[in-house]
């Protein structure tokens, strides 16, 4: 950093003439607007929190920014909705036990009741869990000696193969636990002993998680290629920690199918080693990472995304045009789903009156954020642009991929679908920490893929297990491996 002039210097300066004094007025101007641009930059950056940007909000501290949703108010009151089906714990028909309690003696005056008989009853019930032990089933195996000679054992049943071994429900138990409650080791092999009187080691639970990875190998596959065969098909990725070094957790998702898998890098390397975006015909949605633009299937960019950016324009940068192309955006969005029940595309009308009204916000977008002149000097790469402005050229040269939703109904509006399944992901990294090495992770994504699909299927995730250590998994269509 250049020191601040002395008196003597500025003096002499000021002595040595005119063009002197303009040399320096110009340098002073020029590092003033570089100081403005970088604390703007910075100011920016402060600006930012989870309801203006794609900044999670677990990073907005102690702080936090009021809540400010961009839906629309529902005229519906708070609170369950008429018709809605209550799950209280309700009386049950066929109680496991009934106990008594008889009437001795009156209560006022002392007389005995013993023999008369009850003139009604009044019932309460106690919904409980029974005390949990272990099931242990002893398989025998019969040997005969034929007068031939020769000796015959019978067979055991199948997956029966240790002298001592757990069985399909204990194993989907510490699966369940560990891969989906998200506990770290040692917890779930303390809840294991606490709860169903099973201790288990933290060698023998890793054991487990391996055979349940072992078996999903086939299921796995049919989801992955399910993916690589939809119409529409949500992108995300997110940082995770293997063996203490940052990597990638990428996630493909559908209404019936999540795929996850782990990664070192976090672009074209990873999305290529993983393998659905390389054969994906269908259109693909996403936030705004250049990677997916190398993939030659149709895409749609998320909304929620632009709502996220265009709040921050219009907070931080007071442009107005932001504000209403919000307001756009979600009118679209209302118009496509009023329609969709009745019809696959907006009217002609609707689509050049929306067309019209996106070019115009754009127009004084550009109006508000003109490109900066070149620098006198060129320099390598490329020009330096505003955020508003780099937001403005997204929506004007992608409005296609931006307005996908308009033009196709099957399109959604934002990515949700596969943030909220990274999310998921986000949530396993809070409660059990970093993974301790490339097969522990690839072992999660792989029972992550297969729990999250069969809920998408409607069948639960201790189910799913279960069919799973039992040697018929569940597979996309409902149909076991």
């Known amino acids: 950093m250049r020191k601040p002039l002395t008196r003597e210097e500025a003096i ?48 907005d501290g102690f702080k936090k920014p009021v809540p400010k949703s961009l839906r629309e108010k529902s005229a519906r009151a708070t609170g369950g909705q008429p018709g809605h089906v209550g799950h209280t714990l309700g009386m049950a028909e066929n109680p496991d036990h009934i106990v008594i309690h008889r009437v001795a003696s009156c209560e006022r005056c002392g007389c005995s009741l013993a023999a008369h008989p009850p003139d009604g009853i009044e019932k309460r ?231 019209a009204r996106y070019q115009i916000l754009l127009n004084e977008g550009y109006a508000e954020n003109p490109l900066a002149p070149a620098p006198a000097e060129k320099k390598r790469g490329r020009r330096k642009k505003t955020k508003p402005r780099n937001l403005l050229e997204r929506l004007d040269y992608h409005r296609r991929e931006a307005l996908a939703f308009m033009y196709d109904f099957q399109v959604p509006f934002d990515n949700n679908r596969a943030e909220r399944d990274i999310r998921m992901m986000k949530v396993q990294q809070k409660i059990s920490g970093t993974f301790r090495s490339e097969g522990g992770a690839k072992a999660f994504c792989r029972i992550r893929s297969y729990i999250s699909t069969a809920r998408k299927n409607a069948l639960s995730a201790m189910d799913a297990l279960i069919l799973a250590f039992s040697g018929s998994p569940f597979a996309p269509g409902g149909v076991p491996s």
């Open 12 to 59: 002499a300066i000021y002595r040595a003439g005119e063009e002197s004094v303009v040399g320096v007025l110009l340098e002073l101007d020029a590092r003033m607007g570089k100081l403005e641009e970088r604390v703007k930059e910075l100011a920016d950056q402060l600006a930012k929190n989870s309801h203006n940007s794609s900044k999670p909000p677990s990073s």
């Open 125 to 355: 019930q106690v919904h409980d869990l029974p005390p949990i032990a272990l099931i242990v089933t002893e398989h025998q195996a019969e040997r005969k000696l034929c007068a031939c000679g020769h000796a015959t054992k019978a067979g055991f049943p199948e997956g029966v193969n240790a002298t001592v071994q757990y069985g399909a429900g204990v194993k989907a138990t510490a699966a369940y636990l560990k891969n989906y409650q998200f506990l770290p080791y040692e917890r779930t092999c303390e809840l294991m002993g606490d709860c169903f009187g099973t201790p288990m080691s933290e060698g023998t639970l890793a054991n487990l998680i391996g055979e349940c990875h072992a078996a999903l190998e086939a299921p796995v596959q049919r989801i992955k290629e399910q993916i690589e065969g939809a119409q529409v098909a949500h992108f995300d990725e997110s940082g995770s920690r293997v063996e203490k070094t940052l990597w990638w957790l990428h996630a493909a998702s559908t209404a019936t199918a999540t795929y996850y898998d782990i990664h070192p890098k976090r672009g074209s390397e990873a999305l290529d080693a993983i393998g659905i975006l390389p054969a994906f015909l269908g259109r693909a949605i996403h936030d705004f990472w250049t990677p997916y633009f190398g993939y030659p299937c149709d895409h749609g960019l998320c909304n929620a995304h632009h709502l996220r950016e265009l709040t921050f324009v219009q907070e931080q940068h007071q442009q107005v045009w932001a504000g209403v192309m919000i307001v756009l955006l979600l009118e679209i969005k209302a118009a496509v789903e009023q329609a969709r029940p009745i019809t696959d595309r907006l009217s002609p009308e609707q689509l050049r009156s929306f067309e």
